[in-house]
């Protein structure tokens, strides 16, 4: 963590091995993310043989953050994918740390705005 960025709790995102093809497609990533119906912002994400993603969001639990500031977050840091805008006005960078893959966001958007465009599969990461 950076003194200069601020950092929320976002969303905690378990990837699944099961086989199972349920959730919103993404076809780019090779991804089937499920929402958790519980309290708590939990995703499930389920991945293609050939998903283009780092192998650690394929295999470890990651984290996400929202961020003040993307930009300053991700300076100096490995990142394993983007930065980009798979939704829009969501901006997200993963950065691998010390092998846990962290997910650092930068919106405007609510979380209710957030959730309903990933539910329904508004944004470039759904888009062929």
């Given amino acids: ?3 200069t960025v601020k950092y929320e709790f976002h969303h905690f995102g378990i990837p699944l091995q099961d086989g199972k093809e349920e959730g919103v497609f993404s076809e780019k990533a ?7 119906p519980g ?14 993603l780092h192998p650690l969001l394929k295999t470890v639990p990651h984290v996400a953050f929202k961020v003040d500031n993307l930009e300053d977050a991700i300076r100096g840091e490995e990142i394993i994918l983007g930065p980009y805008e798979p939704i829009d ?21 609510s979380d209710d705005e957030l959730w309903g465009r990933a ?3 508004q944004g470039s990461l759904y888009r062929k």
């Avoid at 499930?44 to 283009?52: C, I, K, M």
């Fill in 1 to 3: 963590m950076k003194d």
């Fill in 30 to 36: 090779g991804m089937y993310t499920v929402d958790n």
């Fill in 39 to 52: 309290k708590f912002r939990v995703q499930w994400h389920r991945f293609t043989d050939n998903s283009p």
């Fill in 89 to 109: 006005d969501y901006f997200v960078a993963v950065i691998n740390d010390c092998g846990v893959p962290i997910e650092l966001i930068q919106t405007t958007l």
């Fill in 119 to 121: 539910r329904t599969g």
